[in-house]
């Protein structure tokens, strides 16, 4: 009889282990989402804020360099800059419309330290003529 409860011991120690073991695996799974997760959100944190900063870099050179250019002439040279310099930085292919974006957010916040308001883009064609 002995022998009767230490098989069925046995045998109950190795499925609660089992299940032990699957319920460590799907946790160290879950784990891993939220770990990539968090990972990726904060990767997309700081891409996002060094677009930021060279849409204003780009923003400034075409400004510079470009005095007398008329407005889209301007924006070319801008994104031609941010191309260039996404490239060193490792971003990869970043979307023309974030670019321009970007790009249009460091005009904005130019306008507002000029104290020149913030125009509407039918003013900004206008003053582009």
């Given at each position: 009889?002995?022998?009767?409860?230490?098989?069925?011991?046995?045998?109950?120690?190795?499925?609660?282990?089992?299940?032990?073991?699957?319920?460590?695996?799907?946790?160290?799974?879950?784990?891993?989402g939220?770990?990539?997760?968090?990972?990726?959100?904060?990767?997309?944190?700081?891409?996002?804020?060094?677009?930021?900063?060279?849409?204003?870099?780009?923003f400034?050179?075409?400004?510079t360099?470009?005095?007398?250019?008329?407005?889209?002439?301007?924006?070319?040279e801008a994104?031609?800059y941010?191309?260039?310099?996404?490239?060193d930085?490792?971003?990869?292919?970043?979307?023309?419309?974030?670019?321009?974006?970007?790009?249009e957010?460091?005009?904005?916040?130019d306008?507002?330290?000029?104290?020149?308001?913030?125009?509407?883009?039918?003013?900004?064609?206008?003053?582009?003529?």
């Amino acid at each position: 009889m002995t022998e009767q409860v230490m098989a069925y011991l046995d045998q109950g120690l190795g499925i609660v282990l089992e299940i032990a073991i699957l319920a460590g695996l799907f946790f160290l799974r879950k784990l891993r989402g939220n770990v990539e997760g968090f990972f990726d959100s904060r990767t997309n944190a700081q891409k996002r804020q060094l677009l930021a900063q060279l849409g204003k870099e780009a923003f400034a050179y075409a400004e510079t360099v470009y005095r007398g250019g008329d407005g889209p002439a301007k924006l070319n040279e801008a994104v031609r800059y941010m191309i260039d310099r996404c490239e060193d930085c490792g971003l990869g292919e970043v979307p023309m419309k974030e670019m321009r974006a970007v790009i249009e957010g460091a005009w904005l916040d130019d306008r507002r330290k000029a104290g020149l308001g913030v125009a509407t883009v039918s003013t900004y064609r206008a003053e582009q003529r």
